[in-house]
C-alpha cells in the first residue's frame, strides 16, 4: 500500500483495515474497521474527502475521486466492485456497485440497493433504497428482492473476512516459486 500525505491531509487508516500493497490512499481519507481495499484501487482526497465505514470494501482497480471541497461516503458493508469509478457521490449501507459501473457527482445511492454491472449513474439521481438500477443512462429495473438483499449482506461478509485473512495469508514469494512443469 502507498499512503500519501497531501498538504495538512493525511489518511486516517483503522488498524482492522486491509489495503492492498499495491492500492494508493491520498490525503483526507478515512478508513474505519473491517474494510478491504484491493490492488490497484485508487482513493484520491487530495482536494477533497473520502469515508469509508465499517465493512465495506472497494475492490481491485476502483477509483474513487473528488473534486474541490467535494467528498465521497461510502457506507457500513458495502461493496464496490472490481473497476467501479465514484465521484462526489454517497453510497448507503449495504449496497452494492456492480463491475465497471460509474456513479457521478452527487448521486445518492439508497441502502441495499444494487446498481448493475457496467451501469452509469448520472449527476444527481437519487436510487432509493432496495432499488436495482441498470443501463446507460442508468435507470429503475426493480426492486431489490430479500434474496438478493439476503446476497449482498452474504458478499459482504466474504470481505470483511477477507480484511482479516489477507494480513496473515498474503506473502510475496519469487517467480522462481511458481515455475513448473504443468500437466
Known amino acids: 500500500m502507498v499512503t500519501y500525505a497531501f498538504g495538512n491531509h493525511v489518511p486516517k487508516i483503522h488498524p482492522s483495515a486491509w489495503i492492498h500493497p499495491r492500492a494508493d490512499v491520498t490525503g483526507n ?19 477533497g474527502e473520502i469515508h469509508i465505514n465499517a465493512g465495506a470494501a472497494i475492490l481491485e482497480n476502483a477509483i474513487l475521486q473528488v473534486s474541490p471541497g467535494n467528498s465521497i461516503r461510502i457506507g457500513k458493508n458495502v461493496t464496490v466492485s472490481v473497476g467501479v469509478a465514484l465521484h462526489n ?51 429503475e429495473i426493480g426492486k431489490v428482492t430479500d434474496e438478493q438483499a439476503q446476497f449482498l449482506r452474504a458478499i459482504s461478509q466474504v ?22 512443469e504443468i500437466p
Open 29 to 47: 481519507v478515512t478508513i474505519r474497521q473491517d474494510v478491504y481495499i484491493g490492488s490497484g484501487a485508487i482513493l484520491r482526497g487530495d482536494i
Open 89 to 139: 457521490c454517497e453510497i448507503a449501507d449495504g449496497a452494492m456497485i456492480g463491475i465497471k459501473a460509474i456513479v457521478s457527482d452527487y448521486a445518492y445511492i439508497g441502502e441495499e440497493s444494487i446498481i448493475a454491472e457496467g451501469a452509469a449513474v448520472r449527476s444527481r439521481t437519487r436510487v432509493e433504497s432496495r432499488t436495482v438500477f441498470a443501463g446507460v443512462p442508468a435507470k
Open 159 to 180: 470481505y470483511r473476512d477477507l480484511a482479516h485473512s489477507y494480513p496473515f495469508k498474503l506473502k510475496e514469494i519469487p517467480l522462481q516459486e511458481c515455475i513448473r
